[in-house]
């Protein structure tokens, strides 16, 4: 399982969340401690919103703790939203292009979860995914493949509705195949405005995600990026944020339309 962050609010230089603190998600990287697994040195990347309308990105195989570039990058740019991911394969490839987050036109999105049994269903899931959008798709993920369904069905008008209408068909193709390992969905996605967040799963399994907000903006992470839970709220199970940039953020619990994903 991976571990990332996403912060949306005034403008701060990405090292003073991805670098700095003390459980940083560099330092995650290396040393989660709410995670499946401890290390996750498959690769890392961090997408943010500057002065255009789309996304810069920054993509590597290399492990997040060993890379100077992304450190000095960091230290250098600064935005008022980001995303940063650090990755733990569930078994497609170490290649740049499976790395998170993954951009099409003003989106990013990043996750961290898995589709039980991807390999039996992979073929049947991207020929859902219309051809304008798959000649977007540059790697084998799972997860890239469910942002560019969800965006066929919606993501830019409806980002709830879209991914519980996109989940609700990965699960019935999981089924159908007979997989009975788990779909576990803890994600992020947003336009640069407008920001949501995921904490689902068809076995009440969700891996961790917290949030907090602090003085310039939201912090949305896999686990706190300090030594201290205190001002760190969990996201429910079953549970998704949503949030404007310098707006309210609003917190739901499970309804009718995620609860299909573990029927």
Known sequence: MCRFLAYSGDPVFLTDLVCAPTHSLVHQSLHATEAKTETNGDGFGIGWYGERADPGQYRDVCPAWSDENLVNLCQQV???MFFAHVRA??????????CHPFAHGRHLFMHNGQIGGY???KRRIEALIPDALYEARRGTTDSEAIFLLALANGLAEDPIGAMAETLSTVRDLMQAAGVTEALRFTAVVTDGETLTAYRWACDGRPPSLYYRQTETG???VSEPIDDCKDGWIV???GGTLQATRG?????KGADEARIRIAA
């Open 78 to 80: 600064r935005a008022r």
């Open 247 to 251: 707006g309210t953020v609003t917190v």
């Open 119 to 121: 390999h039996r269903i």
């Open 218 to 220: 939201l912090v949305v």
């Open 235 to 237: 996201i429910p199970r």
């Open 89 to 98: 394969s569930t078994g497609t490839a170490t290649t740049r292009a499976n």
